[in-house]
């Protein structure tokens, strides 16, 4: 007895739906023969883009070799390279919290006296905005592996991670630009 072709089709689908763990060896072996649209040859000069698109981007590559670091239209400033350390000593004495101090090392190192109340966790919290780290829970554990005698009352605390660069206030000034 044959089943109605509604019952046919509903088989179809649901063996159509079912999961597999890797693609039928037919499969695989078909993805790796070359096809009709793999097989072109790689591009060439004559097939380069159209010539009002060349003759317009024919400055640009003179401009990428100018500026160092950052292709395609870079901000203002180079964000690949630190700031030369009195520029980020005054950008560090302008940023850190109550408490901190900045140090004339270079590069500068930020430091931390801790008061009563506080704790690793809570300066982490309070530096996030000059570090590097993403998360305060980051920065707390820095901060306990460099100074592992923990948060101890009048005790200066340094602070790792710290930014090497000055952070520019308008974004359009540290444009990574595209990739060459």
């Known amino acids: 007895m044959r089943a ?22 037919a499969g695989r072996d078909a993805t790796l023969e070359p096809t009709a649209a793999s097989a072109r040859p790689p591009a060439t000069a004559a097939s380069a883009p159209s010539a009002p698109t060349a003759a317009t981007n024919a400055g640009a590559p003179e401009k990428r070799a100018a ?24 950008f560090l004495r302008t940023h850190v919290p109550t408490g901190g101090s900045v140090t004339t090392d270079d590069p500068p190192k930020v430091m931390h006296t801790v008061t009563a109340g506080q704790s690793v966790s809570s300066i ?7 570090s590097e780290l993403y998360t305060a829970n980051e920065l707390a554990n820095a901060i306990s592996k460099k100074n592992p005698s923990g948060a101890i009352v009048g005790k200066k605390l ?10 520019r206030d308008d974004p359009k000034e540290e444009r990574l630009g595209w990739p060459e």
């Open 67 to 90: 500026h160092t670091g950052n292709p395609s239209k870079p901000g203002k400033y180079d964000v690949s390279v630190p700031a030369p350390s009195s520029e980020l000593a005054e």
């Open 4 to 25: 109605p072709p509604a019952a046919a089709a509903l088989l179809l689908v649901l063996g159509a739906c079912t999961s597999r763990a890797s693609a039928p060896s």
């Open 124 to 130: 982490a919290a309070t530096y996030l905005p000059i």
């Open 158 to 167: 340094e602070i790792p991670a710290v930014v090497t660069r000055v952070l």
